[in-house]
T-cell receptor, first 111, second 115 residues
Framework: LAKTTQPISMDSYEGQEVNITCSHNNIATNDYITWYQQFPSQGPRFIIQGYKTKVTNEVASLFIPADRKSSTLSLPRVSLSDTAVYYCLVGGSIGANNLFFGTGTRLTVIP | GAVVSQHPSRVICKSGTSVKIECRSLDFQATTMFWYRQFPKQSLMLMATSNEGSKATYEQGVEKDKFLINHASLTLSTLTVTSAHPEDSSFYIC???????????FGQGTRLTVV
C-alpha cells in the first residue's frame, strides 16, 4: 500500500495561493492520486484526481512530477471557506480495496 | 457530479439495540463501496470494503459480526451496527466508487450516539 505523508497543518491569508504537497514514495504503477476536502461533521468532498503531469479543474490544480513520488495540490486565491482538512489518497485501482486515508493537512485561512 | 446519499445523518440509540445506516449512489452504479468511521480530530479509518453480491472484506480489528455489511444492489450498501455500545458512538461515512473509474465519492456521514 502506498503510504502518504502530508504536513499536519498550514496557515494562509485570504487571497493567497496555497500549495499542499503529499509524498508517496512507493506509489504503484496503476495508482491514481486523489485529493479530498473535509469540513467538520461532513463526508470528504472530491477535489481532483490525476495520474501524471498536471490536471486542472474549476477549483484546483494538481501537479505530479515524472517520478510520481509526490504530488502538489494548488488552491488559487483561497478564501475563509477553504478552511478544512485536505487529504491526499493514492490507490483506488479498480477491484482493489485500498482507499486508505492518511493524516491529512489542516488548512486554516486567516482573514 | 456524482452524488452519494447516506441516511440517517444522525441517530441516537440505546445500548444493546441495532442501527442500520444506508448508503446510496444516486446517479451512478457502484460495485464497490467503502465504510469508514471517524473519531473527533482524527482521520477516517477504513472499516470494510463491500462488493455487490459478495461478502465484505473487513479490515483488521473490525468485528464482522458486529458491523454487518450488505451490498445487495449496485446502488445500495447498508451497515448495521448490532448490539450497539457507547464506545460505538462515532461518525460513520460511506464511499462509493464509480464503476469503471478510480473515482470515489462520499456520503454526508452518520453521527451515531449510543446512550
Amino acid at each position: 500500500l502506498a503510504k502518504t505523508t502530508q504536513p499536519i497543518s498550514m496557515d494562509s491569508y485570504e487571497g493567497q495561493e496555497v500549495n499542499i504537497t503529499c509524498s508517496h514514495n512507493n506509489i504503484a504503477t496503476n495508482d491514481y492520486i486523489t485529493w479530498y476536502q473535509q469540513f467538520p461533521s461532513q463526508g470528504p468532498r472530491f477535489i481532483i484526481q490525476g495520474y501524471k503531469t498536471k490536471v486542472t479543474n474549476e477549483v484546483a490544480s494538481l501537479f505530479i512530477p515524472a517520478d510520481r513520488k509526490s504530488s502538489t495540490l494548488s488552491l488559487p486565491r483561497v478564501s475563509l471557506s477553504d478552511t478544512a482538512v485536505y487529504y491526499c489518497l493514492v490507490g483506488g485501482s479498480i477491484g482493489a480495496n485500498n482507499l486508505f486515508f492518511g493524516t491529512g493537512t489542516r488548512l486554516t485561512v486567516i482573514p | 457530479g456524482a452524488v452519494v446519499s447516506q441516511h440517517p445523518s444522525r441517530v441516537i440509540c440505546k445500548s444493546g439495540t441495532s442501527v442500520k445506516i444506508e448508503c446510496r449512489s444516486l446517479d451512478f452504479q457502484a460495485t464497490t463501496m467503502f465504510w469508514y468511521r471517524q473519531f473527533p480530530k482524527q482521520s477516517l479509518m477504513l472499516m470494510a470494503t463491500s462488493n455487490e453480491g459478495s461478502k465484505a472484506t473487513y479490515e483488521q480489528g473490525v468485528e464482522k459480526d458486529k458491523f454487518l455489511i450488505n451490498h445487495a444492489s449496485l446502488t445500495l450498501s447498508t451497515l448495521t451496527v448490532t448490539s450497539a455500545h457507547p464506545e460505538d458512538s462515532s461518525f460513520y461515512i460511506c464511499s462509493a466508487r464509480v464503476d469503471g473509474t478510480q473515482k470515489a465519492f462520499f456520503g454526508q456521514g452518520t453521527r451515531l450516539t449510543v446512550v
